[in-house]
């Protein structure tokens, strides 16, 4: 276990977090990590290594395993409400689903309006099987993706429906859209711009339109870190990567604290099973905190 790592800037993120909490690493060695999910009832870590263009399975005895290889470049993935895998796609510019076994691969999206989408980069799913993504141009140069012209005029955020098919765009003017999340109501969808270093948020109409768009919170931090994979645990407090690892905030956008890391974070998700552990996928490395309050299980 590393030494303590947490930060406070706020009394109340000793509610979410032990103030002698460390770090520990579960497994090391990748490119660059992306995209954990944990299976609330086979008790398995999925996630991507985007760089390393594979997809690993981590199982609670420690054995790590490649479910998928070439995985596009593979970076965010959730599970649907099925329990099946839903992944961006990088190198294809694909949004997809599998079983969760990693067997066969069906394209549920990779055109708006004719073009290409730029690059799938975040994705969730609502309580209703409606899929929500982020799909900014990162995966379209050197790197974290294969260098070709963008199709489309803008970085878009996308609702899904995976009956009908249908894409709509909800939101094109982000600079570099990237993790996205909702409040546990679901009436406000978050959404950070990795170029921005912010977090915005927006009211979801009956209609299911993104109203009142506002700024909910700079990252603050001059360290290495951008913002990138956010969500929100089963209290509400929203948790985002960002400059020195992950941000904490309360439901009144007030920084609570950090989680620091001395790689870059790029993701994380609750698993374990009572979900009080915080797996955290940080460039080579994937790392666990216990927390106090449990994560919201995919499905």
Same mark, same amino acid.
């Given at each position: 276990?590393?030494?303590n790592?947490?930060?406070?800037?706020d009394?109340?993120f000793?509610?979410?977090v032990?103030?002698?909490?460390?770090?520990?690493?579960?497994?090391n060695g990748f490119?660059?990590?992306?995209g954990p999910?944990?299976?609330?009832?086979d008790?398995?870590?999925?996630?991507?290594?985007?760089?390393?263009?594979?997809?690993?399975?981590?199982q609670a005895d420690g054995?790590v395993?490649?479910?998928r290889?070439?995985?596009?470049?593979?970076?965010?993935n959730?599970y649907?409400?099925?329990?099946?895998?839903?992944t961006?796609?990088?190198a294809?510019s694909?949004?997809?689903r599998?079983?969760?076994?990693?067997?066969?691969?069906e394209t549920?999206a990779?055109?708006?309006? @004719?073009? %290409?989408l730029?690059s799938?980069n975040?994705?969730?799913v609502t !309580?209703d +099987?409606?899929?929500?993504f &982020?799909?900014p141009?990162?995966?379209?140069g050197?790197?974290?993706?294969?260098?070709r012209?963008?199709e489309?005029?803008?970085?878009?955020?996308?609702?899904?429906?995976?009956v009908s098919?249908e894409l709509?765009l909800?939101v094109?003017d982000?600079?570099k859209?990237?993790?996205?999340c909702?409040?546990?109501?679901?009436?406000?969808?978050?959404i950070?711009?990795?170029?921005r270093q912010?977090?915005r948020?927006?009211?979801?109409s009956?209609?299911?339109v993104?109203i009142?768009?506002r700024l909910?919170?700079?990252?603050i @931090?001059? %360290?290495?870190g951008?913002?990138d994979g956010?969500k929100?645990? !089963?209290? +509400?407090i929203?948790?985002? &990567?960002g400059?020195?690892?992950v941000?904490?905030y309360?439901?009144?956008?007030t920084?609570?604290?950090?989680?620091?890391?001395s790689?870059?974070a790029a993701?994380f998700?609750?698993?374990d099973?009572?979900?009080?552990?915080?797996?955290?996928?940080?460039?080579?490395?994937?790392?666990?905190i216990?927390v106090r309050v449990?994560?919201?299980a995919l499905f």
């Amino acid at each position: 276990m590393s030494k303590n790592v947490i930060e406070i800037h706020d009394q109340r993120f000793l509610s979410v977090v032990h103030a002698d909490a460390g770090l520990e690493v579960v497994a090391n060695g990748f490119a660059f990590i992306e995209g954990p999910i944990w299976h609330p009832r086979d008790h398995h870590l999925t996630f991507s290594d985007i760089i390393g263009d594979t997809i690993y399975r981590w199982q609670a005895d420690g054995a790590v395993s490649v479910l998928r290889k070439p995985s596009h470049m593979a970076n965010g993935n959730t599970y649907d409400r099925e329990g099946r895998i839903l992944t961006c796609e990088h190198a294809t510019s694909r949004v997809t689903r599998s079983a969760a076994d990693g067997g066969r691969i069906e394209t549920l999206a990779s055109r708006y309006q @004719g073009r %290409e989408l730029n690059s799938p980069n975040d994705i969730v799913v609502t !309580s209703d +099987g409606m899929i929500y993504f &982020t799909d900014p141009n990162s995966g379209r140069g050197p790197k974290f993706g294969v260098e070709r012209a963008q199709e489309l005029a803008f970085q878009g955020v996308y609702r899904l429906d995976p009956v009908s098919g249908e894409l709509t765009l909800l939101v094109d003017d982000f600079e570099k859209p990237n993790g996205l999340c909702f409040s546990l109501d679901e009436k406000i969808l978050f959404i950070n711009d990795t170029a921005r270093q912010h977090i915005r948020a927006f009211d979801l109409s009956d209609e299911g339109v993104l109203i009142n768009g506002r700024l909910w919170a700079d990252l603050i @931090g001059a %360290e290495v870190g951008v913002a990138d994979g956010m969500k929100v645990d !089963s209290a +509400g407090i929203l948790f985002c &990567t960002g400059p020195g690892g992950v941000h904490v905030y309360d439901a009144d956008a007030t920084l609570l604290g950090r989680i620091r890391v001395s790689e870059q974070a790029a993701n994380f998700t609750w698993g374990d099973p009572d979900l009080k552990t915080l797996y955290i996928t940080a460039s080579t490395t994937l790392y666990r905190i216990r927390v106090r309050v449990p994560g919201q299980a995919l499905f």
